[in-house]
């Protein structure tokens, strides 16, 4: 069955520090993988998914199929990267169901 | 942001009482998503829609009913509320597979 762990409940760093937030997933398929952030008292928004290969706002992730992860990162951690973050698994090919992790709370201290 | 609002955005409800959630779309987008998110588990989906009067049942379904009449509207009914249904309830809208889904303000519903 498909799954998707994010082993850090809560991850506190610096300001300036270099951040890595974990992802595996468990999925027999292709993944399609994303991750979404949700800044206080703002909606859930995608912040990137693998298969555009972009950076935003810092922050990259490589999806790694034979470590089945997506860990997040950034080099240098900003006060406002403060929020929480979801790993998700799309499945279901055309439905584009979505499996989320259990999140991560960044806190970037000043 | 998407054209996507939910609406209540908070309920307090009593056990046993049914209630009745709406997620409406400006976007014309063919997929309407219910998710719940609880502490410990993320989000978690409950129904989802694939056109009109067209849906399907999610990992979290029992308790749970949707109906989608139009393209705008998809509705996320609680036909008998327990105290395991208190949770925040989000709404999403993609406009086909795996591309991104735009998530709504969210509901936050408690049953006493």
């Known amino acids: 069955a498909q799954r998707v762990t994010q082993p850090e409940k809560l991850l506190s760093v610096f300001k300036g520090a270099p951040v890595e937030l974990k992802c595996n997933y468990s999925y027999s398929g292709s993944p399609e993988l994303f991750w979404y952030v949700q800044y206080s008292r703002q909606r859930l928004q995608l912040l990137l998914r693998h298969i555009s290969r972009e950076s935003i706002k810092g922050f990259t992730a490589d999806l790694n199929k034979g470590e089945t992860s997506f860990h997040l990162k950034k080099p240098f951690a900003q006060e406002e990267d403060s929020a929480m973050y979801y790993c998700a698994l799309g499945y279901g090919g055309a439905t584009n169901k979505l499996i989320f992790g259990t999140g991560t709370l960044l806190a970037v201290q000043p | 942001d998407a054209g996507i609002t939910q609406s209540p955005r908070h309920k307090v409800t009593e056990t046993g009482t049914p209630v009745t959630l709406r997620c409406h779309q400006t976007?014309?987008?063919?997929?309407m998503y219910w998710y719940r998110q609880d502490p410990g588990h993320g989000l978690r989906l409950i129904h989802y829609?694939?056109?009109?009067?067209?849906?399907d049942k999610g990992e979290v379904s029992d308790g749970y009913s949707v109906s989608r009449s139009k393209t705008e509207d998809f509705l996320l009914t609680l036909e008998s509320a327990t105290s395991s249904q208190t949770s925040v309830y989000f709404c999403?809208?993609?406009?086909?597979?795996?591309?991104?889904?735009?998530f709504g303000q969210g509901t936050r519903l408690t049953v006493v």
């Open positions: 829609s694939y056109g009109v009067k067209d849906t």
């Open positions: 999403a809208i993609s406009p086909q597979g795996n591309t991104e889904a735009f």
């Open positions: 976007e014309n987008h063919r997929y």
